[in-house]
């Protein structure tokens, strides 16, 4: 029979770690960029086009804004139904950042706003 003693020896042997690692390999992998300058890749139709329409990009970009009489014709709706932005705001659900930039023009509402904002003002907003 064993003791406990004995058999608490026998496990701390097998669990050192020079017992469990000596039959594992730990040389380093190094993996390498073949230097095959001759292989070409292959591009498909869709991927040349988005090619040429990237390199013929010159970078300018407009940003769309509101026009001056959408922009007044909401702020005076706006006051005529005695409302201030933030109570705009929450009948239409986005943040006053937002609605303070569709007034002064910095932001062009999307069509399910303006429709909002005609239902809430009882107005017909000119588009902006």
Same mark, same amino acid.
């Given at each position: ?38 292989? $070409? ?9 988005? +090619? %040429?329409?990237?390199? #013929?990009?010159?970078? /300018? ?38 609605? $303070? ?9 999307? +069509? %399910?706003?303006?429709? #909002?904002?005609?239902? /809430? ?8």
């Amino acid at each position: 029979m064993y003791i406990l003693s004995d058999i608490l020896k026998q496990k701390r042997r097998l669990f050192t770690t020079t017992t469990i690692m000596n039959h594992q390999d730990f040389e380093p992998v190094i993996w390498r960029k073949s230097n095959n300058k001759n292989r $070409r890749k292959k591009h498909t139709d869709s991927t040349m086009k988005t +090619n %040429n329409k990237l390199d #013929s990009d010159d970078g /300018i970009y407009t940003i769309k804004k509101s026009s001056i009489p959408f922009q007044l014709s909401l702020r005076k709706a706006r006051e005529a139904k005695q409302l201030s932005q933030k109570e705009l705001a929450l009948k239409l659900n986005i943040s006053v950042s937002v609605l $303070r930039s569709y007034e002064i023009g910095t932001v062009v509402p999307s +069509n %399910n706003v303006r429709s #909002s904002l005609n239902h /809430i003002l009882s107005t017909k907003l000119p588009k902006p």
